[in-house]
């Protein structure tokens, strides 16, 4: 007698339809997703070009206002210089409680109403890029220099004019005595080109400074983009400090940046774990609450790497005093192998033993 079962069999028509239903619910999802990246991407451009126009509308402000300033200074020199007369400039010099003062003669020929005055140039001093009037300013013997960083013509320039300045300022205010110490703080490539400079190329601290900026402008470093700043993440082995020192430095850097948008870069950045749920769950408000709250995860931190630092060191303690007791409470110690004589060939003896070992003994 012969059986058979039955047999459920799919209809391959069905199966196809199945597929494909399911490759375009897969495409109209990927349509989806990439729909959504391209608005946050046209999002930050836009948010980032208006960050742009905004940055450059206030520098150009700022320049008005320059300029602004700047012609108002030559007015009002031009109608101080027309009445041909010796005027007094006063500096004083932050070393101390020493004062000093100047004075400055600019001879100014005579010229019709309306025109500007020629004033004579300055006089150059060979073998030196300082003015006469820069050389002419005294430096007191009891001034002391500060401590200043080296500059060797590799990195940003601007950093160094801003170090250079800052220590500076705590000992004069006089821009002439910065021109002549500048170069204290240069070596290198960057003190063969300052010796390279023509006599009298430098009239001010200002004219220094744009001269060497230009020379070593190629070190400059590129400001981040905000775009940067989004693709920032903290590395595997990364701690908390050294990330939060990364994410704030280029937060620094990155022109016309505000606290808002800052702050929303933080969570996507940060590494699983116990901070990223804490600002997941309460986004701070403020840089410096932000900066209190990773302080806090730091202490944390810091204990844990303290804490399994010590139990290392406890264990392998312990294993070693347990070796230790092992070896001394009897273990398999290895036979010697049998000592044979140290050379194949000794030199014979001219007496008998007994009889040298007298002598030396008779000796001492």
């Given amino acids: 007698m012969v059986t058979t079962r039955n047999t459920t069999v799919e209809d391959p028509a069905e199966a196809i339809r199945a597929l494909r239903q399911q490759m375009?619910?897969?495409?109209?999802?990927?349509?989806?997703?990439?729909?959504?990246?391209?608005?946050?991407?046209?999002?930050?451009?836009?948010?980032?070009?208006?960050?742009?126009?905004?940055?450059?509308?206030?520098?150009?402000?700022?320049?008005?206002?320059?300029?602004?300033?700047?012609?108002?200074?030559?007015?009002?020199?031009?109608?101080?210089?027309?009445?041909?007369?010796?005027?007094?400039?006063?500096?004083?010099?932050?070393?101390?409680?020493?004062?000093?003062?100047?004075?400055?003669?600019?001879?100014?020929?005579?010229?019709?109403?309306?025109?500007?005055?020629?004033?004579?140039?300055?006089?150059?001093?060979?073998?030196?890029?300082?003015?006469?009037?820069?050389?002419?300013?005294?430096?007191?013997?009891?001034?002391?220099?500060?401590?200043?960083?080296?500059?060797?013509?590799?990195?940003?320039?601007?950093?160094?004019?801003?170090?250079?300045?800052t220590r500076m300022a705590f000992r004069t205010g006089d821009r002439a005595i910065w021109c002549r110490a500048f170069s204290l703080s240069l070596e290198g490539e960057a003190l063969e080109w300052f010796n390279a400079l023509p006599a009298g190329s430098i009239r001010s601290f200002e004219g220094l400074k744009e001269l060497f900026g230009r020379q070593f402008a190629g070190n400059r470093a590129e400001d981040p983009t905000v775009f940067e700043l989004s693709n920032l993440r903290q590395g595997k082995d990364e701690t908390l400090k050294a990330f939060m020192d990364r994410y704030q430095k280029m937060v620094r850097r990155v022109k016309g940046l505000n606290v808002e948008l800052a702050l929303q870069y933080v969570m996507p950045a940060l590494r699983p774990g116990t901070f990223k749920d804490s600002v997941c769950r309460k986004r701070p408000k403020t840089m410096e609450e932000l900066r209190e709250r990773a302080a806090d995860e730091m202490r944390v931190e810091e204990m844990k790497q303290a804490y399994k630092k010590e139990s290392q060191e406890l264990k392998e303690k312990a294993e070693g005093k347990k070796l230790d007791g092992s070896s001394r409470t009897g273990g398999f110690k290895p036979r010697e192998a049998h000592r044979g004589p140290k050379f194949q060939q000794y030199t014979p003896l001219n007496a008998p033993p007994a009889r040298i070992l007298q002598e030396a003994l008779s000796v001492n």
């Fill in 24 to 165: 375009e619910d897969m495409r109209r999802q990927h349509e989806q997703e990439l729909s959504a990246v391209r608005e946050e991407c046209a999002a930050r451009i836009a948010q980032e070009r208006e960050i742009r126009e905004r940055s450059k509308d206030l520098s150009e402000r700022r320049q008005e206002d320059e300029l602004r300033k700047s012609n108002a200074r030559e007015g009002a020199a031009e109608h101080s210089s027309a009445s041909d007369r010796t005027w007094r400039l006063e500096d004083t010099e932050l070393d101390g409680s020493q004062a000093r003062t100047e004075r400055i003669t600019a001879t100014v020929s005579t010229v019709p109403v309306g025109r500007t005055p020629l004033v004579k140039e300055e006089e150059v001093i060979e073998g030196l890029p300082f003015t006469r009037s820069i050389m002419d300013v005294h430096i007191s013997e009891h001034f002391v220099p500060p401590q200043l960083s080296i500059y060797d013509g590799t990195t940003d320039p601007d950093d160094h004019i801003q170090a250079f300045s």
